[in-house]
């Protein structure tokens, strides 16, 4: 399998012309997008390249290798011994910036967790400056990654020289390890940028070879076509519910549900909506930065906001599609609509209420779901929904669940096909009505393909989403076992120290990876510590700030990496940090093999007595313990008994039985 542009023995590189090889570059590459400023790039590449390693008889060179994630190519590799050196070339420039040092790393990061033969291999991220000063190397491995070296294009040599003293007897095969297969786990944000790039599902989560994760994706997304397009051929209305564990890529397949539709017929004008606004918001600021960044390396100037607009067209909030379509008759533009986290669609008493105040109706009776179902009915053909469905994530007063959409269409709108994942019925995630159980399992299709089992949130952890279930369903021989499996891939830690949370994050990070504190909302006494839950991150704080949180360099003091400012889970549901610090609160806390539940009102806890407000709680710990996708440290302050608000038990039963289910404690002081 060939995943460069051009690739051949270093001896044979030396010999080859040089216009010889800059004709294979253009002919790989995409020529529409082919500009001068590329071609000078790969003419200065090879001049340096060729200097620099005359003097080399053996070893294998690549020019532009694709890495495991969509959109992106090394300048190089280059192949000697048991030593992949990963080359990143900023021809023209004279000082080893920041980003450039990332990118570097973060291409050596890619390859070793997602490229099958680079799992153990030593990887030496290599920036070039090609006008930059001479800095002497500094060489030292961590898990077979080396600290990003810098050279300039004079000392190339000297550099290489002193890398390859570090290779080993093995000897890597370049074509053998070339071929190996990838298994790419791209962030949700980095997922939207590729589909909205133009590419499929299949392509940005391709586990070749044997792969369960992009097979469960890709037979979902082609199941979910076939259903629409049977709608389209019979001129049938139809609504597919669509489940998962956390992590398995809903909202990845919704968003591919969108681009692959509109790219059928533009007539379709199909959308992504999401009742979540931060993901909404971040989505769209990344998908804009993108688009004007990949305008800008075409040579196309783009404003930002113009980007902004070209976007927010396939990326809706919900409660603006509701409100367009509230007052008037006319039937949507959209044939074809995505709901993101549908459960968290309104009930009857919520929407309500809010048309009574917003449009003084009194006669309004209708649930979100009933009121989004019948807008959509007012199609005089076809049309088809897609709800997507997180199984106990309904984290706010007034989340109706899937069993509000269900009583829509059996009192409303039985005409719709219905087709369902078998989890729906056979679980208890989902419905509790059991006359609803009864009804869907009469009037629908049961749909196993429709199911996501597989999370692809987490590369380290497949079993986070059960150990997090154990532990919060106080399953201790269950949490001890999970835990053990997982924590050498995925480590979990915990600490009575913010300080020492922080290091740990930041000794963790590598290259561009996202770390960020997560904090109930209801965590209210934890502000004596260092984490205010009530300036932390929710979903109202504003598009900009969720923008700068998730997106923003590590020196901005608005970035989650900076480690200042802490996000609630409503403004992280949905989306996702590489590396987490979970600041737990006395809101859950862990009591005589019992979980207390609690809210701060006032001066003071009282204890929640609610059924429905105690499963938000516990949903409220199930999403923040679930953001993280290669590891967090659970961070659980000390009380303080003179403070009748963090009294010591509100945080030591946690503390101990959190412990007691074999998570390491670490301290550094």
């Known amino acids: 399998m060939k995943r460069s542009y051009y690739s051949k023995s270093i001896s044979e590189f030396l010999q080859e012309n040089n216009s010889s090889i800059l004709g294979k570059l253009n002919s790989a590459y995409n020529l529409e997008n082919l500009n001068i400023k590329q071609n000078n790039s790969w003419e200065s590449q090879i001049k340096i390249l060729k200097k620099n390693l005359s003097d080399f008889k053996y070893g294998y060179i690549f020019f532009e290798f694709s890495i495991p994630r969509m959109g992106k190519r090394a300048d190089n590799i280059i192949i000697i011994g048991d030593l992949i050196i990963v080359l990143e070339f900023k021809v023209g420039s004279d000082k080893y910036d920041l980003g450039s040092i990332n990118q570097v790393l973060d291409y050596s990061l890619d390859l070793k967790n997602f490229h099958e033969g680079s799992h153990q291999v030593k990887i030496v991220p290599l920036l070039i400056s090609t006008n930059a000063r001479y800095i002497t190397p500094i060489l030292k491995f961590e898990n077979n990654i080396c600290n990003p070296v810098k050279s300039n294009s004079v000392d190339l040599s ?22 190996s297969r990838y298994k790419p786990t791209p962030t949700i944000i980095e997922a939207a940028q590729a589909l909205y790039r133009g590419h499929q599902v299949k392509d940005i989560t391709r586990y070749e070879g044997d792969g369960e994760g992009e097979n469960n994706l890709s037979i979902t997304a082609e199941h979910l076509n076939t259903i629409i397009d049977k709608s389209k051929r019979l001129s049938e209305k139809s609504i597919c519910f669509v489940t998962g564990v956390p992590g398995a890529g ?12 509109k790219k059928i017929s533009e007539d379709e004008n199909a959308v992504f909506l999401s009742g979540n606004g931060p993901l909404v918001q971040v989505l769209r600021e990344a998908l804009a930065r993108d688009r004007k960044k990949s305008a800008l390396a075409k040579g196309i100037k783009l ?8 976007v927010n067209s396939s990326i809706q909030n919900i409660h603006h599609f509701r409100d367009e379509y509230f007052q008037g008759t006319e039937e949507p533009n959209e044939k074809v ?10 009930n009857q008493k919520k929407t309500t209420s809010f048309v009574k105040e917003k449009y003084d109706n009194n006669e309004f009776d209708m649930s979100e779901p009933e009121c989004l179902i019948d807008f959509m009915n007012r199609h005089k053909e076809w049309c088809s929904i897609v709800c997507l469905i997180g199984g106990g994530q309904e984290i706010n007063t007034g989340e109706a669940g899937i069993e509000e959409w269900l009583r829509a269409l059996k009192n409303k709108f039985q005409d719709w096909k219905i087709y369902f994942s078998d989890s729906v019925i056979g679980t208890n995630n989902y419905i509790k009505d059991s006359s609803l159980i009864q009804w869907i399992g009469l009037n629908g299709n049961i749909e196993t393909e429709l199911h996501l089992s597989v999370p692809v949130r987490s590369f380290r952890a497949e079993k986070l989403s059960k150990l997090v279930e154990s532990v919060l369903n106080i399953n201790l021989t269950k949490a001890q076992k ?3 499996e997982i924590n050498n891939d995925y480590p979990i830690v915990i600490t009575r120290s913010l300080s020492d949370s922080k290091q740990w994050l930041r000794e963790k990070k590598q290259g561009s990876e996202r770390i960020g ?21 929710r979903s109202n704080s504003g598009k900009a700030k969720i923008a700068n949180w998730f997106l923003n360099s590590e020196e901005d003091i608005r970035s989650s990496t900076f480690l200042e400012i802490p996000a609630t889970q409503f403004a992280v549901q949905g989306l996702e940090l590489d590396w987490v610090c979970l600041a737990w609160g006395g809101d859950l806390s862990f009591n005589e093999n019992k979980w207390m539940h609690r809210n701060f009102t006032g001066t003071s806890w009282k204890n929640i007595g609610i059924l429905t407000k105690k499963k938000f709680l516990v949903n409220t710990y199930r999403v923040l313990l679930t953001r993280a996708r290669q590891g967090m440290v659970i961070y659980i302050p000390n009380g303080q008994n003179e403070d009748k608000t963090r009294m010591n038990h509100y945080y030591d039963g946690t503390f101990k039985y959190l412990k007691s289910i074999g998570i390491k404690e670490i301290k550094y002081s």
Do not use: H
């Open 158 to 179: 000297k550099i290489i020289r002193e890398i390859i003293k570090l290779q080993g007897n093995i000897i890597i095969d370049p074509l053998t390890w070339e071929s």
């Open 250 to 261: 809903k909202t990845l397949v919704g968003l591919n549900i969108v681009n692959e539709r």
């Open 303 to 310: 404003k930002i906001e113009d980007a902004r607009r070209e």
């Open 337 to 346: 609509v995505v709901f993101d986290e549908a459960q968290r669609a309104w």
């Open 482 to 484: 999970l835990y053990k």
């Open 517 to 537: 504190i997560l904090i109930s909302s209801s965590s209210k006494r934890i502000r004596p510590r260092g984490v205010d839950a009530e300036n932390g991150l």
